[in-house]
C-alpha cells in the first residue's frame, strides 16, 4: 500500500489504518514523512510568515516535536491513565501519532489569500481528532474519553514545553 493511500486512510480517521501502523515496525519512516509533509504544508500555508527559512526550521521543530509528542503520549497513556490491557511502546506511538499528522496537510490552503487562518484551524482540530483515533487505537483503549484525556494531558504539557523554549530562545 502507497503512503498517500495510508494517510488518506488516517485522514478519514480509519481505526484499522491505526492499528497497521502501530504494529508495522517499517512504517517509521514513513510517519515521518507524513510528519515533515504536514509540516512543510503548515510553512508553505504560512509561507508569508515564516519565509524559507521558517520552513526549514518548521520541518526540523515539527520532527522533534512529534518525538516529544510520541512519548509524552506514551508516558501519560501507558504509566498515568493505562488500561488494563494497554501494551505499547513508543515506536508503536511514534508511528501512529505521525500518520495522524495527516491532515495537517490541509494547511497548504493557507497559501489562497484570506484561508490562512482557516485553513490551519481546520487541520489542527482534525489532527487532534485524528490523534484521539490514534491514541485509542496505539494503547489498545475501550475508552475513547480515556484517550481524549491522553491527548488533552499530552496537548497542555506539550504546548507548556513549548511556550518555555521559545521564551528561552528570546531571552
Avoid: C, K
Avoid at 21 to 31: G, I, N, P, S, W
Avoid at 34 to 47: D, K, Q, T
Avoid at 132 to 142: I, K, N, P, S
Amino acid at each position: 500500500m502507497a503512503i498517500t493511500d495510508r494517510m488518506l486512510r488516517a485522514a478519514r480517521l480509519d481505526p484499522a489504518l491505526y492499528e497497521e501502523v502501530e504494529a508495522d515496525q517499517t512504517l517509521t519512516r514513513e510517519a515521518m514523512t507524513v510528519v515533515v509533509l504536514s509540516a512543510v504544508a503548515a510553512g508553505l500555508g504560512g509561507a508569508a510568515r515564516t519565509g524559507v527559512l521558517g520552513l526549514v526550521v518548521l520541518a526540523i521543530a515539527a520532527l522533534i516535536s512529534w518525538y516529544v509528542w510520541a512519548y509524552l503520549t506514551y508516558w501519560i497513556g501507558t504509566r498515568v491513565l493505562p488500561e488494563p490491557q494497554t501494551h505499547a511502546d513508543v515506536g508503536q506511538m511514534l508511528r501512529a501519532i505521525g500518520f495522524a499528522s495527516s491532515p495537517g496537510l490541509l494547511r497548504i490552503v493557507g497559501l489562497l489569500p484570506g484561508f490562512t487562518g482557516a485553513a490551519f484551524a481546520v487541520a489542527n482540530v482534525w489532527m487532534l481528532v485524528a490523534m484521539v483515533v490514534a491514541v485509542l487505537q496505539a494503547l489498545d483503549y475501550t475508552s475513547s474519553w480515556r484517550a481524549l484525556a491522553v491527548v488533552a494531558l499530552g496537548w497542555i504539557i506539550h504546548g507548556v514545553a513549548l511556550a518555555v523554549v521559545f521564551a528561552l530562545l528570546r531571552a
